[in-house]
């Protein structure tokens, strides 16, 4: 029994020295699964920069891992060293992934310490600016009158647009379906929407509020619960729930997240951290100007946050197994 308290006080001892230590001379990389200069990637060099004031003597900085639809990135922190110096910043995608990928070499509510969410960011649903409809009721008549020979963008398996878009034909009641046309990217995606080669597609604020704003695409809708009264270009167009899709309340949020195992004095250092950073009036102002906003409620806290995350998966997985369409 002494030898039990014994190694039970050395260890308790031994993880508060780590976390005192902690981060040292090594940099603690926050790895996004996606390409650099995407929406996520933005996220995670603001939120670099942010945490570095935060902890004293620390180098946060931002590796892109990308590919199979953020999974390879999402798979190298799991598997990484769990000693808080190899982060994940994943999206959406975090709930995705599982039911779009049958085989995942990982598992998202099992093998992370979840840190907290960071933002939220809307989508909004957008068409090609030849499409005769103007409002989202006319566009859901000019669906169904054009049954069969629609298409639908999106920027690639398990991106913000496939994930969106996924979900409101889910909830759409047409039950014709539509092409569905997948891209490289957000960029490829949106400049096929705009050259009029793809009808439609639902994306993030970040990538259509400009080309809303200069005519360039037609919007129709937002997928918030209720309408963004206070954004500048977005207050105009309703939300999807308010057109009759019920609950439906869909936002491309980010949260941040370590290999399980991590110390709970270091992964409560990174939660004080980014609690901090979420108050800091230069990265909210910085996530105002990329359309998002931070999180303030309780999801900030770890357990809050793995408890919507494993929400969204039900969600996620009940939409993607009604279409039948898998990553693998």
Known sequence: MKQWIALATLAAVSAGAYAQAFPGNKPVAIVVPFAAGGPT????????????????????????????????GANRVAKAAPDGHTLLLFHIGMAATPA???????????????????????????????????????????????????????AGLGSASHICGLLWQTNLQSKEAMTTIPFGGTGPAMTALIGGQVDMMC???????????????????????????NHPVLKHYPSLQEMGMKNFNLTIWHGLYAPKGTPPAVTKMLNDALKKVLKDS??????????????????TDPAEHKKFVAAEMLKIKAAVDAAGKYAD
């Open 100 to 154: 779009l990928y049958r085989k995942l070499s990982y598992k998202p509510l099992e093998d992370f310490e979840y840190l907290g969410m960071v933002n939220d960011v809307p989508m909004t649903l957008v068409g090609k600016p030849q499409l005769p409809a103007n409002t989202y009721r006319d566009f859901e008549n000019y669906i169904r009158a054009n049954a069969g020979k629609l298409n639908i963008a999106h």
């Open 203 to 229: 994306d993030q604020t970040t990538s259509t509020t400009a080309q809303i704003e200069g005519g360039r695409i037609k919007a129709f809708a937002v997928t918030t619960a209720k309408p963004l009264s």
């Open 41 to 72: 990637d933005r996220v995670a060099r603001d939120l670099a920069e942010a945490m570095r004031k935060q902890i004293p003597g620390s180098n946060f900085v931002v590796e892109n891992t990308v590919g199979a639809g953020g999974t390879i």
């Open 282 to 299: 230069e990265f909210v102002k910085k996530n105002e100007n990329l359309g998002a906003l931070v999180v303030t409620d309780n999801r």
